[in-house]
């Protein structure tokens, strides 16, 4: 993975991006292009046995004879070796539209669900409660890119004493995170999440039941009363409308960081300032969401 890339899971269809076959398929396309251009000179019928094979050809799977598909293949390996930042200009394309549909979907489903997204009254809530712009983030405990992101999510909230931060427990990585987040949800019922989200987060290794119950009774929760609240039917519906809000988008990797109707994937080493700058730019514009 990449330095930005966010951790994954097959819980979510994962949307189709994958670079490589969406390359291949626009050469594909190119190629066609091209052997339209060839067979007008390679095939012009002149009578009618030529019409008459023709027509055999158009009828079968495939609608050029073996000579002319080797032709055609010769004369597009030939141009594209030839001219190699065909592929660059086909990447930086495809990337440009692929991020402005992300782009579109991002703005459409953030308008359709700005309440629970960013004013939720249950959510777990980090930095200013009052601030003026809320950064959301979807995270899992054993997700290693969201830890390894934590200490530029730790210098936002402490460089910027006006950010409201939400935290949406998204528990994909494994099964053992679903009861993490249960008890981190928890301990926010007693005031503690902020206190517990920092201890779990900078944990090395599996994030289990045990280890997060051991981590909240160290900070002086009320372990009687956590284990309560975790099983509580609140607990579960802020999971299960966290997932949902996933999936919509299309979430399927953690962490995934959204600022007003902008969204930032993965972890970044400059994540902070990538965040700051979107915060920024909201604040002279105005947020409606935020």
Not at 116 to 121: A, E, G, K, S, T
Not at 139 to 145: E, V
């Amino acid at each position: 993975m990449t330095e930005s890339t966010s951790q994954t899971t097959n819980l979510m269809p994962a949307p189709k991006r994958a670079f490589g076959g969406t390359l291949m398929a626009l050469l594909v396309l190119f190629a066609v292009s091209v052997a339209t251009a060839v067979l007008g000179q390679l095939v012009v019928p002149a009578s009618a046995e030529d019409v008459a094979a023709d027509q055999k050809v158009a009828a079968s799977p495939s609608p050029f004879s073996a000579e002319q598909k080797s032709a055609i293949e010769g004369i597009v390996k030939d141009y594209l070796l030839a001219h190699p930042e065909i592929g660059l200009e086909m990447q930086s394309a495809l990337e440009a539209k692929m991020q402005k549909e992300q782009d579109e979907k991002t703005k459409t489903f953030v308008a359709d669900n700005a309440k629970v997204l960013y004013r939720d009254p249950n959510a777990a809530v980090a930095g200013n409660p009052d601030g003026d712009i809320t950064v959301v983030e979807f995270f899992d405990y054993n997700c290693g890119y969201c830890k390894r992101g934590f200490n530029q999510v730790q210098k936002l909230i402490d460089s910027d004493k006006n950010i409201r931060f939400v935290f949406k427990e998204l528990p994909i990585i494994n099964d053992a995170s679903e009861p993490v987040s249960r008890i981190a949800l928890a301990a926010r019922m007693q005031g503690k999440y902020w206190d517990l989200h920092k201890a779990l987060i900078n944990m090395k290794g599996l994030i289990n039941e045990a280890v997060a119950l051991k981590a909240a009774e160290g900070l002086g929760l009320d372990m009687a009363k956590l284990k309560t609240d975790m099983a509580s039917d609140a607990v579960k519906a802020e999971l299960d409308s966290s997932k949902a809000l996933a999936q919509k988008m299309g979430i399927n990797g953690t962490p995934h960081f959204l600022v007003g109707d902008r969204s930032v994937g993965g972890a970044p080493d400059h994540l902070a300032d990538i965040l700051a700058g979107h915060v920024a730019d909201l604040r002279k514009s105005g947020c409606k969401y935020c």
